[in-house]
């Protein structure tokens, strides 16, 4: 009898998920020349020497008599361009070699080609493991291509990245290295914030015509069917402008700043209208750490939006990029929201891991003397 169990079963799914790994097709062959496959992330390395490695496979599993009646397998190492394959391999009751490219390995086993490395196998034990069966096997062949392996973690497949989210490469004194870093790590940020609270989303630098849109992540229902790349905004109304020019130096943004001001005050742009009331909302803007603006049209469009920004700052107290949600204006949560919060916390560890200390941002607009 089944005992009681001790944990929810989605929970202990969602913690196992949370250990990520590579995904692996194993291959083999009956005594009647079938080839049988099925995706596995349970393959793990066990011995050097001798040379082990072990996958284990459920028992239920309408491939398992023809794995556990074989004396050899192959381990095919996915390539991060292989989810296709990944997913037509976990597939049960379909053929699933039909059109796939493959090459016969010791005795017949098939190898899937195009993968990131192959290992095969002769089998030494197979051990029972609750309902799932290991399968320990001695390597026999090993080789390797030069194409990123795929990964899989939290139920979903991921790529492999080198890991730049610790301290900035060494050099990042220059503001070209800042902002490559800050515009690479801001990305990433944007892609989980995004997909977390489904909202889009747009990353911002600051270009030869101020705040400038360099990248987009829709939502599942994005405020537009265009977003485009290259979007140069206004300073004094938009909460992007405004989130970044609070942390730029005034001689960065005085021109384009006058000029607007100019157009506001002669009702053709819908900001403040004079330098004091455009202070007034910088110093709104570096109280709250966020930019918040009422609802306005999206560019090219009829649709009736509302943008929450964070200015993402660098070792010297400036921004260097904005991370900016843009919603559709009858759901968008407030300043108090948890995705105002959450912008906030994304754009202070953004800022903290390209070197800005919160000290350092006192002195800096000391040393620009805001009025
Ligand atoms: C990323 C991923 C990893 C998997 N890992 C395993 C595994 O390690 N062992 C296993 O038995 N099934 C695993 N599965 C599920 C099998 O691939 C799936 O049940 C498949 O249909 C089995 O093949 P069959 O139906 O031809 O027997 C995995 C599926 C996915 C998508």
């Given at each position: 009898m089944a005992s009681e169990p001790r944990f929810d079963g989605k929970e202990l799914r969602?913690?196992?998920?949370?250990f990520v790994t590579g995904v692996t097709i194993v291959t083999t062959i009956d005594a009647a020349g079938r080839a049988w496959g099925l995706t596995a992330n349970s393959f793990s390395s066990v011995s050097l020497d001798p040379p082990l490695v072990l996958w284990s496979q459920s028992v239920r599993a309408p491939s398992h008599p023809a794995f556990a009646g074989a004396t050899r397998f192959a381990i095919n190492i996915l390539a991060e361009d292989q989810v296709e394959l990944s997913n037509r391999?976990?597939?049960?009751?379909?053929?699933?070699?039909?059109g796939v490219e493959t090459d016969a390995g010791a005795g017949n086993v098939p190898l899937l080609r195009g993968c990131s490395a192959w290992l095969e196998c002769t089998l030494v034990s197979?051990?029972?493991?609750?309902d799932h069966v290991i399968f320990v096997g001695e390597i026999q062949t090993i080789r390797r291509s030069e194409r990123r392996p795929l990964v899989f973690g939290s139920g979903q497949y991921l790529v492999a990245d080198p890991h730049d989210l610790g301290k900035p490469p060494p050099g990042l004194g220059t503001t070209v290295q800042s902002q490559l870093h800050a515009a690479r790590i801001g990305a990433r940020a944007m892609a989980r914030l995004s997909e977390e609270f489904d909202e889009t989303m747009a990353?911002?630098?600051?270009?030869?015509h101020g705040p400038t849109i360099t990248a987009w992540q829709p939502s599942s229902t994005p405020v537009s069917s265009s977003l485009p790349m290259g979007l140069a905004l206004r300073v004094t109304?938009?909460?992007?402008?405004?989130?970044?020019a609070a942390h730029l130096p005034p001689e960065a943004t005085q021109w384009i700043v006058d000029a607007e001001l100019k157009l506001n005050a002669s009702g053709a742009g819908a900001g403040?209208?004079?330098e004091s009331e455009f202070k007034d909302l910088l110093d709104e803007v570096r109280a709250q750490g966020i930019s918040i603006r009422a609802p306005g049209h999206f560019w090219g469009s009829d649709r009736l939006v509302n943008a929450m920004s964070v200015p993402v700052l660098d070792s010297s107290g400036?921004?260097?990029?904005?991370?900016t949600v843009i919603g559709d204006v009858e759901r968008f949560p407030g300043a108090d929201s948890a995705l105002a919060q959450a912008l906030k916390r994304t754009a202070a560890d953004l800022s903290k891991r390209l070197g800005f200390e919160p000290e350092s941002e006192s002195s800096y607009r000391r040393s620009?003397?805001?009025q």
């Open positions: 969602r913690v196992l998920g949370s391999f976990a597939t049960s009751g379909i053929d699933k070699f039909s197979k051990l029972p493991g609750g990353l911002s630098v600051w270009g030869n109304s938009t909460a992007t402008g405004l989130a970044m403040p209208i004079d400036q921004t260097v990029i904005a991370l620009v003397h805001y």
